[in-house]
């Protein structure tokens, strides 16, 4: 029985596929090779399911549980997910711009975790970048991802084109004054609109139980938080830890665009702010005070442009004068040609 859901062809790839090359909307026949977490008393989610073929597309069609639906029709999408919903799986996403790396991953592993199945989208997403930026050496792996995401067992990928995201005549942007203006919203006009249209619009595709974002772009998580609140929209948004290179480099899918010395001179950003905590963690409350101590440390690293560093009440980003209470420094500094964004979360020591 053919395994094929949909006829349109996937854009090509960049690198070579590792097997078998995802040729269409296709279910890609290779097998996950990981075993689905347990569930319940011991049974696997697997032995668990529902069986769903047929549920995908045309009903002579099988869904197959063990292997890794790649997508990149909106319409095909819906209806895997409505699939998922008529076997009364519950459902979580994970939105990337995709060149994976264990910050991803950790997204993906909580979603697992959390949800019966998993869906990954990856979408260098045009309408977040501005004049100038780096959308196009932003960097990208599809086939690798694939091979990552299969490796963790996820359900789902959706990666749409551009075009099909943005038909000509798309005209509506989301916005979420306040929160979106200050820290990166203030250095990149537009972006979190960027942000919470395209996010608005993967969440309206693939209506999921819990969506799971990063602490890693703090302000992102918080604006997508409140703009599901102000909207009603019916997902949970789960904010998951930042994941660090083990020297301490907050891992991001730019930093593959970092010379040697670069690469070297940017772990002053999270020294600069394991070194802050510290700081507050003995009493130092001011934080001008404490952002000379960060902005002296980063620089003495190297050359490089400092956009902000702020310390800010985690809750709405107000900038705050004394760390009295639980706090968090965020900071985006330009090294070379790559903008590094990292934050921290502080809490005074007689808060604690
Ligand atoms: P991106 O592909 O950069 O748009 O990121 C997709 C998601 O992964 C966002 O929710 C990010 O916050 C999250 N993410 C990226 N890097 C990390 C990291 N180092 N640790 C945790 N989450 C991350």
Same mark, same amino acid.
């Given at each position: 029985?053919?395994?094929?859901?949909?006829?349109?062809? &996937? !854009? %090509?790839?960049?690198?070579?596929?590792? +097997? @078998?090359?995802? =040729?269409?909307?296709?279910?890609?026949? +290779? %097998?996950?090779?990981?075993?689905?977490?347990?569930?319940?008393?011991?049974?696997?989610?697997?032995?668990?399911?529902?069986?769903?073929?047929?549920?995908?597309?045309?009903?002579?069609?099988?869904?197959?549980?063990?292997?890794?639906?790649?997508?990149?029709?909106?319409?095909?999408?819906?209806?895997?997910?409505?699939?998922?919903?008529?076997?009364?799986?519950?459902?979580?996403?994970?939105?990337?711009?995709?060149?994976?790396?264990?910050?991803?991953?950790?997204? =993906?592993?909580?979603?697992? !975790?959390?949800? /019966?199945?998993? +869906?990954?989208?990856? #979408?260098?997403?045009?309408?977040?970048?501005?004049?100038?930026?780096?959308?196009?050496?932003? %960097?990208?792996?599809?086939?690798? /991802?694939?091979?990552? &995401?299969?490796?963790?067992?996820?359900?789902?990928?959706?990666? @749409?084109?551009?075009?099909?995201?943005?038909?000509?005549?798309? !005209?509506?942007?989301?916005?979420?004054?306040? *929160?979106?203006?200050?820290?990166?919203?203030?250095?990149?006009?537009?972006?979190?609109?960027?942000?919470?249209?395209?996010?608005?619009?993967?969440?309206?595709?693939? %209506?999921?139980?819990?969506? #799971? #974002?990063?602490?890693? /772009?703090?302000?992102?998580?918080?604006?997508?938080?409140?703009?599901?609140?102000?909207?009603?929209?019916? *997902?949970?948004?789960?904010?998951?830890?930042?994941?660090?290179?083990? /020297?301490?480099?907050?891992?991001?899918?730019?930093? =593959?665009?970092?010379?040697?010395?670069?690469?070297?001179?940017?772990?002053?950003?999270?020294?600069?702010?394991?070194?802050?905590?510290?700081?507050?963690?003995?009493?130092?409350?001011?934080?001008?005070?404490?952002?000379?101590?960060?902005?002296?440390?980063?620089?003495?690293?190297?050359?490089?442009?400092?956009?902000?560093?702020?310390?800010?009440?985690?809750?709405?980003?107000?900038?705050?004068?004394?760390?009295?209470?639980?706090?968090?420094?965020?900071?985006?500094?330009?090294?070379?040609?790559?903008?590094?964004?990292?934050?921290?979360?502080?809490?005074?020591?007689? !808060?604690?």
């Amino acid at each position: 029985m053919e395994d094929t859901v949909e006829s349109s062809p &996937l !854009a %090509p790839v960049e690198e070579p596929v590792v +097997a @078998p090359p995802p =040729v269409g909307d296709v279910v890609c026949r +290779a %097998p996950i090779g990981v075993p689905r977490r347990p569930r319940g008393a011991g049974a696997t989610l697997c032995g668990n399911r529902p069986d769903r073929s047929g549920l995908l597309g045309p009903p002579q069609a099988t869904y197959s549980t063990t292997e890794m639906h790649i997508l990149k029709e909106i319409e095909a999408t819906r209806r895997a997910v409505a699939a998922i919903r008529t076997a009364g799986e519950t459902l979580a996403l994970v939105p990337t711009m995709g060149k994976l790396h264990e910050g991803h991953l950790s997204l =993906v592993r909580a979603a697992r !975790a959390r949800c /019966d199945r998993v +869906a990954v989208t990856i #979408f260098v997403n045009p309408t977040q970048f501005g004049p100038g930026e780096d959308l196009d050496a932003y %960097p990208r792996s599809p086939d690798a /991802d694939l091979s990552l &995401l299969r490796a963790e067992g996820v359900d789902l990928v959706f990666m @749409p084109t551009v075009e099909a995201m943005y038909p000509a005549g798309v !005209a509506t942007r989301v916005r979420v004054p306040g *929160i979106s203006e200050v820290l990166c919203g203030a250095h990149r006009p537009g972006h979190f609109d960027g942000v919470a249209t395209v996010v608005a619009k993967l969440l309206n595709i693939l %209506p999921a139980d819990a969506a #799971f #974002f990063g602490e890693k /772009d703090y302000q992102q998580l918080l604006i997508i938080k409140k703009m599901v609140a102000d909207l009603n929209m019916p *997902i949970e948004i789960v904010g998951c830890p930042l994941v660090r290179e083990p /020297d301490g480099l907050a891992m991001s899918s730019r930093n =593959v665009r970092l010379s040697t010395e670069h690469r070297t001179q940017a772990v002053a950003l999270s020294r600069a702010l394991f070194a802050a905590r510290d700081r507050v963690g003995e009493g130092i409350t001011s934080t001008a005070e404490l952002v000379r101590e960060i902005r002296q440390e980063i620089e003495s690293a190297g050359p490089c442009e400092i956009d902000y560093i702020e310390i800010v009440d985690p809750q709405d980003l107000s900038s705050i004068e004394r760390v009295t209470d639980a706090a968090r420094i965020c900071l985006a500094v330009r090294i070379g040609d790559c903008r590094l964004i990292d934050n921290i979360a502080v809490t005074c020591a007689t !808060a604690l």
